[in-house]
């Protein structure tokens, strides 16, 4: 009987022990596995932390080289302008100018005669100096913002030969970043207008009519706007802003907002339209559809961006709604209202 008992007492501890073997294999493979998970995540989070510094450096390094250019640039609009050359062929178109019989009943000159004044000093000083090969439509670095001192014409290029972009009215708004010896500002949009036509102190306007609430004084300012005056106008760019909302429907004034390039998880920035098309400044807008659907060309007769006036509807967003357009820009402008006009 004392045998049975102990073989029976040996057979359980062998099975106790087989159990406590089996026990600690199950735990050491666990502790392994749950090791092997860990490490492969620690692996992936410092590799995807190393990546997103190397992409913060990049951004860092390209933040750094536009401030330089730019810092650069400013550097040199403010030594440009006291060159000595650019003096030397301003000085006699102001001569010529003040030297000519003006009669004072007549109105301000218009931009070809200021043109015609300039040529006979380019000619003299090409004969003083022949050794000289200065572009006189060269541009050269220079920012300012000056005023329309009558209604003038946005020209694609430094002379009156080149096509009238748009009309500028008096008292508006220009920012500049160029000049020519010819006498001619560059502005922001790469478009040109007269010095001789401009002040660098804000001119005092008319206020023009605000657009009514009634939908009736609404259809009867458009019909004041889109009428063309019955007396001829006196100097080319009134003729030709009297052109530029022909065939057009006018709409009324927009609450006028900007974008820019947006920003994407993964750091980079998106540039692409609803419609599928790149972000463009001076072209691209984005609208309620339900009020201007996809596509449809607007014209702003005063440009915020200071361009052409055209846009064409690429683009909408959540917040765009009712008459509120939202232009696409590089840079930041400041919220305003304009009026728009649909170009049929």
Known sequence: MKFIDSTLIDNLSRDRL????????????????????????ESKTREDRARRNAQADVLLVEAESAESEASAESEASQELPATEPTEEILAPVVEATETEPIDVTEEPASEESVVDTQETPSEVTET???????DPNAVEV??????????INLRSGPGTNYDVVRVLHTGEQIDVTGRTASGWYRTYSGNFVLMSLTSS???????????ATTAATTSATAATTQTPPTTPASTESNTA???DISGMTYYGVCHITFYGPQ??????????????????EGRTVAADWSVFPAGTVLYLPNDPLGGDGYYTVEDRGSGVNGSHLDIFANGSHVVTDCEVYVVN
């Open 241 to 243: 802003g009297s052109a």
């Open 128 to 134: 003083e100096a022949p050794t000289e090969t200065t």
């Open 263 to 280: 920003l994407r998880s993964d750091g980079t920035y998106s540039v692409t339209t609803a419609t599928g098309t790149t972000c463009s």
């Open 142 to 151: 220079f920012y300012a913002t000056v005023y329309c001192s009558q209604d």
């Open 201 to 211: 102190e804000p001119v005092a306007t008319t206020a023009a009519p605000t657009t």
């Open 18 to 41: 087989r159990i406590a073997v089996s026990t600690a294999a199950v735990v050491a493979l666990s502790l392994l596995m749950f090791l092997g998970i860990y490490t492969l995540l």
